[in-house]
Nanobody
Framework: QVQLVESGGGLVQAGDSLRLSCAASGRTFRPGAMAWFRQAPAKEREFVAGITWNGGNIYYADSVKGRFTISRDSAKNTVYLQMNSLKPEDTAVYYC?????????????????WGQGTAVTVSS
């Protein structure tokens, strides 16, 4: 059984920073890639950033490029999302996702495991 647990969300002002964490557990959990998605009210879940577990490939959505940084600590089975220069349009529930295949995908359907989400609210 694989579990992904996100933390680090909260209420911040525009221009502030937050760091989200996603801790993965499971007896034989070896993801090929992990990613962050987000879902704003009344909108579809969208890809934010992804990283292959060997760290060789990273990909960002255009909307966060230059502001967000994804990283992982393989020893801790944890992936992070450092979010800087936050904007009100970044307000959403952020979800961590993991997939077995060793490539980053932007489609929700490509991911095998999901966390419960952590809420980020950015006020103007």
């Amino acid at each position: 059984q694989v579990q992904l647990v996100e933390s680090g969300g909260g209420l911040v002002q525009a221009g502030d920073s937050l760091r989200l964490s996603c801790a993965a557990s499971g007896r034989t959990f070896r993801p090929g890639a992990m990613a962050w998605f987000r879902q704003a009210p009344a909108k579809e879940r969208e890809f934010v950033a992804g990283i292959t577990w060997n760290g060789g490939n990273i990909y960002y959505a255009d909307s966060v490029k230059g502001r967000f940084t994804i990283s992982r600590d393989s020893a801790k089975n944890t992936v992070y999302l450092q979010m800087n220069s936050l904007k009100p349009e970044d307000t959403a529930v952020y979800y961590c996702a993991a997939k077995i295949g060793h490539f980053i995908a932007v489609a929700v359907t490509q991911y095998d495991y999901w966390g419960q989400g952590t809420a980020v609210t950015v006020s103007s």
